[in-house]
């Protein structure tokens, strides 16, 4: 057999010489499409898919079996307060870890593991394949979000019956989906900047987890200055749109919690609604951007 | 401007790394159907090149064009019409070739019924018609190295260009990608293959290329090149059934035209440096032959290419 001059046996026509020459060219976007799909059958079928899935059921059973153990009643008086511990803090738990599972290593890994010179060898644009990569991170994240409100609505159901089903709940959804844009945004550009996947998984992780909290703790207490640049300052909207908390407004910049008792409230600080949803787009924005600027001028040396 | 016949151009291309010149202004123009073999020592900035060519880093001055088409402002027009295998990639370990391959065709907007006839004509190409429906990340890096070898090819490319591709490859394997190179000349394809392999060069390559230092020292036919640098002058083994002394094969040869010097390898080898054409070759041949000892075999002993390889190199350095 030569190659261009194979025949197929159901008579297809084989290809001729120099057929690359005549084929057209796909556009990016159809491109963005198909490499979108692929490096997604790639995260479906992965280890990584599985491990990301159990650490959603480890989550969402822990907290099923702690509230259902000790069925605590601040926490079960309504569907309000349930959804704005149980789902306000677990969500941006598993959005960060599918963040980290899913983005960490999706450009670095490109490099360090050599798969990007099989990739940069194609007709794509450099975009392209960044912004098929982000896509199939963010729907593969988005699998394991939507498995976590699962488990979350079953409990809710189980405890509130048709009263779970809230807008609220919905509202708080799609706040965390603009969470894991803005959070995956920051994950492909901290994975762009470095050409080790471990470096660029472990800043994420450690960034997301405890630095971004530590940092927002301490230039509200000891600066006493609201930390609306910080990420996780915008991601307690997700919670906070349940306005279980706060004694003030719905709404208002600054928020008086409940203290100990005895006490007097606690001042807070927290984002409205709509600075959140501006903080996390502009993250988005900012660090897509960033991200792909960095991609761009990366060399595969 | 795109041009009618593949072609690959390099303009005054430079890449420094700090400040370590990789490539000095190189200017090449490969065009039309032939196989141009790339050479030069480690770091010679072969690699460099054909990294620049794909866009895979980005030159400090000059530009690369690809049937006319600049690789640095148009990559995506420019690797259109190319196959390119650089640096062994890594295949996505969960992805089986038949997959790996319909990646790559599907990005390159090739049809199902296309896609239907080249992925199993490019898997047997390169023996791997047994493994298609298994997961890459088992393979040997031979076998990986076989399925970048067919992702090259699968789109039919009219242009190659090729870095070390019998990288990882058995000696079956490496005949095999002769095979290949030959049959795509055949199909007047532009072919350009760097390699350190020079018998691989010599046995499919049309043309040469040298660099050193990130500098071309030469690039013409096989053929030029050879009568070019070498001046004439080979070197053969000659072997016998049996032994004799240097001394002996001295007086036997002395009146010999074109014979430089005489050198004795083991009792029944010896070297014989010889300037001269093919006919004084075919003399000296049949005056061996009629030596008492019984002559058993005759080659040349360093191919003509690694004599001009190893001189130009040594000159350079």
Known sequence: MTLGLATDPTGVPASTPGTSV?????????????????????????????????????????????????????????????????????????????????????????????????????????????????????????????????????????????????????????????????????????SSMFKTSTYATLITAVLFLFGFSLLQALIADLAHVTPWFILTYADTVIGGIFNTSCLSAPGTHVCMSPGPPGSPPITVTNATIAEGVGIMLAYFVITAILGLFLFEREEFT | MATNSPSIEVRGLTKTFGKFTALDHLDLKLEGGKCVGFLGPNGAGKTTTLKMLTDMIFPTAGECFVNGISVQKERKRALHVAGVLI???????????????????????????????????????????????????????????????AAALVHDPEILMLDEPATGLDPRGMAEVRTIVRELKKQDRLIFMSSHILAEVTDVCDEVALINHGKLLFYDTLENVTSKFSHGQVSFDASFARPMTEAAMQVQLASTAGVQKIEQLDPRRFRIYYTGDLAGQAALLRQLSALEFDLVSFQESKSALEEVYLSQIDRGD
């Open chain 1, 22 to 190: 005549r084929r057209p060219l796909l556009r990016s976007w159809r491109q963005v499409l198909k490499l979108t799909r692929y490096q997604l059958r790639d995260y479906l079928f992965s280890r990584r898919f599985v491990l990301m899935m159990a650490l959603v059921a480890i989550i969402g059973f822990i907290l099923t079996a702690v509230v259902g153990y000790y069925r605590p009643p601040p926490f079960l008086g309504n569907s309000g307060s349930f959804y704005a511990t149980f789902w306000g803090s677990g969500v941006t738990v598993v959005i960060i870890f599918a963040g980290v599972i899913f983005g960490g290593d999706a450009i670095a890994g490109e490099f360090q593991n050599k798969t990007g010179y099989f990739l940069m060898g194609l007709p794509v644009r450099r975009a392209t394949v960044y912004v098929g990569k982000y896509l199939a991170a963010f729907i593969a994240s988005l699998t394991a979000v939507v498995f976590f409100a699962g488990l979350l609505l079953a409990n809710g159901a189980y405890y509130f019956g048709a009263g779970a089903f809230t807008a609220d709940f919905f509202g708080s959804f799609a706040l965390a989906i603009v969470y894991l844009l803005a959070l995956l945004g920051a994950v492909f550009l901290f």
């Open chain 2, 87 to 149: 640096e062994s990639p890594e295949i996505y370990p969960s992805l089986t070739p038949t997959q790996a391959l319909e990646m790559v065709a599907d990005m390159r907007n090739m049809s199902h019924a296309e896609r239907a006839v080249r992925i199993p004509a490019v898997l047997a190409e390169v023996k791997m018609s047994e493994w298609a429906d298994e997961k890459v990340g088992k393979f040997s890096k031979g076998m990986k190295q076989r399925i970048n070898i």
